[in-house]
């Protein structure tokens, strides 16, 4: 027992660092909201400064000059750790002030990557200026013990946990006592507000990230003298430092330090564990602590689908539909065989090596690119490829080309395993995710002696078929033409497979799941399978690039498949283009020992600088240009080809049968059972009673509108009807109960919807939004053709191959409404389909309504353009407070003391009222009375001062 305890101790010291960097973490993410995965890069850079001031040098970190300056003679432990921790704040402040502070209107996600390009900077400026000689460092703290039972302990650890704790104290103390820590808390929950009252967001941020960045600093310093200095292992320490972050939620100092310390400790254990049992395995238990803690706190925490107001939306750039790609694939193989006909020797290989890291890079395409999935395990990916081919070929004894195939499903199944987490997170959690797995493996598997072949490696036999050689060769013969035609063979496939991809349903379903999650499952996608997909079909071809590489280089090893080159290789990608298929194969010439790389080399000799210069690139594409390089490549305008995409045709007969108006169906007229059926839904926020038995029918044929104060719960209802709140009571529809049915499911059995904040795929065209709604219609017509009939009834058609992004607030309603009508609902429950609209443009949409009904999609309207809902309602549900209060036609509406007491907040006999003017005095109590809720405030932001300025003629 006491052997553990003693272990316990000797962790506190790495667990003091994860503690002292999970600290830093949090102040940068509360004062600017950047989660900078280059922490543990600056902790790095500080250490190393701190060691070559006490020899008496200072660290130059501009390329071109003299590596380091003598000062004359070593500096003492406190002028060094003074001078290190000043040069750290300077840099904390100069990174805020070149990158994230122009950044500060970007998503988190690209914060995040450019925080990604910083680490790569940091690292390559630390091994061009220092290399990786390991320096001796001199203690700081004093070399004592300390008894525990039988076994002792060193005191140096425990100073070091102390000293990480009291800064803990500190910094807790000063968030909630001074004025600076509550300015940093009040700009982190609202930078308006922090203008409002006097306070400067950007001078709090600058404070705290050059805070952030001394505290880094010193938990590096206070580290290397117990820890030899590693540039790897120092940057890598950013990984349990985001586990112990995400248990404090990016928010809370002592639940981060203390998590830290715990998982520090645990590492330890798990070290002693390992050398004391022989049945576990001798690698990678410490490492599997911080990715069991990241999965079950985000398996606890995280939720399947983002809530109202919470949406994740992320800039990745553009993922053009490929088109006419027959013609530039026969061009490209040429120009491929040309190169590898034309090339010998290192110039073949660099060719070679650009042909298996364009496979892995298709990869990232998919999981990244469409998926929006940000992964930096796909090289890790190729690693499990790469190994797996070794076990299948040697051990097994399966020949080519089963055993590469057979390793990619093997990679695809770990990719599956890699994607669970995301069907409950999303965005960053999901990217340390992946980073602490592709630490995970690298030293469970591809550095355990046992698993990876030992110091030669995993060998790999020759791909042969038919007796046909394969092999890349051996001296003269190296790199053989034939192994060069394999690869380029697999490139192809895989890039013809990905383009397919991307055209197909399942593409435009990842490109809708990557846009938006809540709207890609109120169009009927399931957002968890496809999630899985992606990664399930990006692991699989990394997996074949992975096959490809261990061929390449006749066995498998560590070196080839590192955490840091897995970044560097992402890195590159997103520079070339992450979201198209030309940046996966520019993304190939351009990686390390490709084309580019061996070029540049040979002519300007900066193979030492290529890392530095890839950080430096991307962060530079994050800020101005995250399509990346192939977004900036000239068009060619190839001919059109039989593989041409062909604009839908409407004919007169079908756009006639779309439009044609009937007589609408009124409440007395004599209708079946309830298409829709609401029986006593309520829905609750923790104590907050939002809805409480709410309870109406919608018939076949009908309009049915849904209005209400500010407030009411009117959108609550829809969220609750369609899935997405969870609820009590019954929803019915077509006679079948789906209150327990997920959402994307409910919209399969014909249950639509639209959202008040529009929620469109922004990343995709006007046409290909409303598409995915027609993918999953329930007409018979096809969906091309669907499309092209709503798009014409909405008056669309000019524009579909416009982005939706670059639409007016009124069309983006529009295309949000065909989206919905698109899938041939049974019902449309339609969320402020008006807002954004005039006069005219409103009373033209109802009449398409109209079409829609008569074409046998029911409806169900919010909607706070009262001239629109009374005009084209059938019925009118009521509510106020989430309780119905009133259901009726439009005149009974019109004169109903209850509506009218919700609407003025009075009783109905004290004042002389025209019952007609109801919709104008709805309008000013809406603008200039009381505070409209989270579900009602951004559509009334934008409804326009001309639909609401003509409602007083309403009768």
Not at 662 to 677: F, K, Q, W
Request: with cysteine.
């Amino acid at each position: 027992m006491t052997d553990h305890l003693s272990y316990l101790v000797l962790g506190l010291g790495n667990g003091a660092v994860y503690a002292a960097i999970g600290l830093a973490l949090v102040m940068t993410f509360k004062s600017s909201g950047v989660v900078n995965f280059a922490t543990g890069a600056v902790a790095l850079y500080t250490a190393y400064t701190y060691v070559l001031l006490r020899t008496g040098e200072l660290m130059v970190p501009i390329p071109g000059l003299p590596k380091s300056i003598h000062l004359g003679g070593p500096l003492g432990v406190v002028p060094a750790m003074a001078v290190a921790l000043v040069i750290a704040a300077v840099l904390g402040v100069l990174c805020y002030a070149l990158i994230f502070r122009p950044m500060r209107n970007a998503s988190v996600v690209a914060k995040a990557v450019a925080s990604i390009g910083l680490m790569i900077v940091l690292q390559a400026v630390i091994a061009q200026r220092v290399g990786t000689q390991i320096p001796l460092v001199e203690p700081i703290f004093p070399m004592k013990t300390i008894p525990i039972g039988d076994s002792v302990a060193p005191t140096d650890r425990l100073w070091l946990a102390g000293c990480v704790v009291g800064l803990a104290i500190v910094t807790t103390l000063a968030f909630r006592y001074t004025r600076f820590g509550v300015a940093t808390e009040a700009a982190a929950e609202s930078e308006k507000g922090a203008y409002l009252t006097g306070l400067s967001p950007d001078k709090i941020a600058f404070s705290n990230w050059a805070l952030s960045s001394v505290l880094a600093g010193l938990g590096g310093i206070l580290i290397a003298p117990l820890v030899s200095l590693n540039p790897v292992a120092y940057t890598m320490f950013i990984v349990p430092a985001l586990a112990a972050t995400l248990v404090g939620n990016f928010a809370s100092i002592w639940l981060t330090v203390i998590a830290g310390i715990a998982i520090g400790a645990l590492q330890s254990e798990a070290t002693n564990l390992q050398n004391t049992f022989d049945w576990l395995p001798k690698t990678g238990l410490s490492e599997a602590i911080p990715l069991i803690l990241i999965l079950g706190f985000l398996v606890v925490k995280g939720r399947p689908l983002p809530d109202r107001g919470a949406v994740v939306r992320q800039a990745l750039g553009r993922a053009p539909r490929p088109e006419r790609i027959l013609l530039p694939a026969l061009v490209s193989i040429a120009m491929a065989v040309v190169a590898l006909m034309l090339t010998t020797g290192s110039y073949r290989a660099a060719v070679i090596t650009s042909i298996i890291f364009a496979v892995v890079a298709l990869s990232q395409v998919v999981v990244t690119g469409y998926a929006g999935q940000v992964s930096l395990a796909q090289l890790t990916l190729a690693g499990v490829g790469a190994y797996s081919l070794s076990v299948l070929n040697t051990h097994l004894g399966i020949p080519f080309p089963f055993a590469p195939i057979l390793a990619a499903a093997v990679a695809t199944v770990l990719g599956v395993v890699v994607g669970l987490p995301a069907l409950r997170v999303r965005g960053l959690p999901l990217t340390v995710v992946t980073l602490a797995l592709a630490v995970f493996l690298e030293a469970f598997w591809f550095r355990n002696p046992s698993l990876n072949g030992g110091v030669t490696g995993a060998p790999i036999d020759t791909p042969r078929i038919f007796g046909i050689d394969l092999g890349i060769g051996a001296g003269e013969n190296y790199p053989r033409f034939a192994f060069g035609v394999l690869c380029l063979i697999v490139l192809v496939v895989v890039g013809l497979g990905v383009a397919w991809l991307r055209r197909s349903t399942l593409g435009t379903d990842m490109l809708a799941v990557r846009a938006n999650e809540r709207s890609a499952a109120a169009t009927g996608i399931d957002v968890s399978r496809t999630k899985l997909a992606a990664f399930g079909i990006g692991a699989f071809i990394a997996g074949l690039g992975g096959s490809l590489l261990g061929y390449q280089q006749t066995l498998a090893t560590a070196e080839s498949f590192t955490v840091f080159l897995g970044i560097s290789l992402f890195a590159i990608m997103y520079i070339a283009g992450i979201t198209s298929i030309t940046g996966g194969i520019l993304a190939g010439i351009m990686a390390p020992g490709g084309l580019l790389y061996i070029v540049l080399d040979r002519a300007a000799d900066i193979g030492e600088y290529y890392t530095l210069i890839s950080g430096i690139l991307l962060i530079v594409s994050v800020m101005a240009n995250p399509d990346g390089i192939a977004s900036r490549l000239p068009r060619i305008p190839w001919p059109a080809l039989p593989v041409l995409r062909r604009r839908p045709v409407v004919d007169s007969s079908s756009a006639a049968t779309a439009t044609e108006t009937t007589a609408p169906i009124g409440p007395t007229t004599h209708r079946s059972d309830p298409v829709l059926a609401v029986e006593g839904v309520g829905v609750r926020y923790g104590a907050v009673v939002a809805a409480e038995g709410v309870s109406f029918e919608v018939y076949p044929g009908e309009i049915v509108g849904l209005i209400g104060p500010n407030g009411a719960g009117k959108t609550t209802i829809i969220d609750a009807v369609t899935g997405f709140a969870q609820s009590t009571g019954v929803v019915t529809l077509d006679g079948r109960e789906i209150s327990s049915l997920r959402p994307h499911v409910r919209s399969r059995h014909g249950l639509g919807r639209s959202f008040q904040d529009v929620e469109l795929y922004d990343d995709l065209s006007v046409a290909e939004n409303v598409t995915v709604g027609a993918s999953r219609s329930r007409s018979d017509v096809p969906a091309d053709r669907r499309v092209a009939q709503v798009l014409q009834m909405v008056g669309l058609d000019e524009i579909a191959d416009a982005e939706v992004a670059t639409l007016s607030q009124g069309r983006r309603q529009l295309v949000s409404v065909a989206r919905v009508l698109a899938a041939s609902p049974r019902v449309a429950l339609l969320d402020e389909p008006a807002a954004g609209l005039d006069s005219a443009e409103s009373q033209w949409l109802g009449e398409r309504l109209r079409m829609a009904r008569n074409a046998g999609t029911s409806i169900l309207m919010v909607d706070h353009d009262m001239d629109l809902v009374l005009s084209i309602c059938d019925r009118v549900v009521v509510l106020d407070l989430g309780k119905v209060i009133a259901i009726g036609t439009p005149e009974q509406i019109r004169t109903d003391d209850s509506v009218i007491r919700a609407y003025l907040g009075m009783p109905s006999g004290s004042v002389d009222l025209d019952y007609e003017a109801i919709p104008e005095l709805h309008r000013k109590t809406r603008v200039s009375g009381g505070q409209a809720t989270a579900d009602e405030t951004t559509a009334d932001e934008n409804t326009d001062n001309d639909t609401t300025s003509t409602q007083e003629v309403l009768s």
